[in-house]
């Protein structure tokens, strides 16, 4: 079962201009709550079982994957339930359904499904190294995950047919998938420093190339944030968050600590974007107005990494990475 502690933090922080953009100074505070993955806490600087990325389903259940480890686990906020992945190693990647079915994406070139009914379906990818990367869903049924190391997209269909399609820049690198409202898939290219997209109308791709040195590490969109023409992105090298228009104009934004490093951002029903600060171990907001709140985790140098809104209440889920630990961020404001 997962142990817990807690602390209600406070802090305050000037926003960086970014584009035409200035912010505002914000106080704020939030309480978090860290609890133990099954296996205990580990020291920090350890890599022990090595919670990576987190889902919310509708049912306000955490999902996380031990990447070291190579377990999923569900988490209700009190009792967790452990999912073992064998053979698959290395659980990346982890998207929720409409139906509470959970998706993952593995190192072991497999795409994953545990059902609502715990039912685990394993479908493999065709080749091997391709580091999945990302999964996400449209609204046909059809799986989305990006191969890093190949240079494609992999589409699983319901009937279980896997189709790929080559990403038109060479050594792109996708390292993260999110399907928009309209079906249309986007995804980060770390190498090529762009964001593309495959239209869904239309089976065409569009790049869009970042400034020079950005290398974009996610990309994040859903159907409940208030923003509904827009995708977030992270670039953990540049230390900024950035958004992109379905017609691609791209907005990008500085956070307040340098080499924060944020991996992977998501924004709420209200409109602000949280992200997760991985060198910083903090969690960031920036609210509708730009203006930038940070949030350390009570536990330092825990490195956090994936983070989901559940939709529900508002709150902040996230996985830290070095302490085999999850936090949940309830903001006082």
Same mark, same amino acid.
């Given at each position: ?14 926003a960086l201009a970014s584009m035409a953009f200035l912010s505002s100074a914000v106080q704020a505070s939030a309480t978090i709550t860290e609890y133990d993955g099954p296996g205990g ?84 990818? &065709?080749?091997?190294? #391709?580091? %999945?990367? $990302? @999964?996400?869903? !449209?609204?046909?049924? *059809?799986? /989305?995950? =990006?191969? +890093? ?18 990403? &038109?820049?060479?050594? #792109?690198? %996708?390292? $993260? @998938?999110?399907? !928009?409202?309209?079906? *249309?898939? /986007?995804? =980060?290219? +770390? ?24 290398? %974009?590490?996610? @990309? ?114």
């Amino acid at each position: 079962m997962l142990r817990l502690s807690k602390i209600a933090v406070s802090s305050s922080f000037v926003a960086l201009a970014s584009m035409a953009f200035l912010s505002s100074a914000v106080q704020a505070s939030a309480t978090i709550t860290e609890y133990d993955g099954p296996g205990g806490s580990s020291a920090a600087g350890s890599t022990t079982s090595m919670p990576l990325q987190a889902a919310v389903d509708s049912q306000s259940n955490m999902w996380f994957g031990q990447f070291t480890k190579g377990n999923v686990v569900r988490f209700d906020g009190t009792a967790s339930t452990e999912f073992n992945i064998a053979p698959a190693t290395g659980p990346m990647n982890i998207w929720v359904d409409a139906a509470d079915g959970m998706w993952l994406s593995a190192v072991g070139d497999e795409l994953i499904n545990i059902k609502a009914s715990g039912e685990i379906v394993h479908h493999p990818l &065709p080749g091997i190294n #391709s580091m %999945p990367m $990302g @999964v996400s869903g !449209d609204s046909k049924g *059809n799986i /989305w995950v =990006a191969r +890093m190391w190949t240079n494609k997209l992999a589409k699983l269909a319901p009937n279980g047919t896997i189709t790929e399609y080559s990403i &038109p820049t060479f050594l #792109s690198e %996708p390292t $993260g @998938v999110t399907v !928009d409202q309209y079906d *249309n898939v /986007w995804y =980060a290219g +770390m190498r090529s420093g762009k964001i593309g997209v495959r239209r869904a109308a239309t089976g065409r791709f569009n790049e869009y190339k970042l400034p020079l040195g950005a290398r %974009p590490m996610s @990309v994040s969109y859903h159907p409940k944030q208030k923003s509904q023409n827009v995708i977030w992105f992270t670039e953990e090298a540049t230390n900024k968050i950035g958004s992109i228009t379905q017609t691609g104009v791209i907005t990008r934004y500085s956070i307040p600590t340098a080499a924060g490093g944020p991996m992977m951002a998501a924004e709420d029903a209200a409109g602000n974007v949280w992200f997760a600060e991985f060198t910083a171990s903090k969690i960031g907001r920036m609210r509708a107005d730009h203006s930038f709140t940070e949030y350390p985790t009570p536990t330092a140098l825990s490195e956090p990494m994936g983070i989901a809104v559940d939709f529900n209440d508002g709150s902040v889920w996230f996985a830290e990475t070095r302490p085999n630990k999850v936090g949940h961020l309830v903001p006082n404001d």
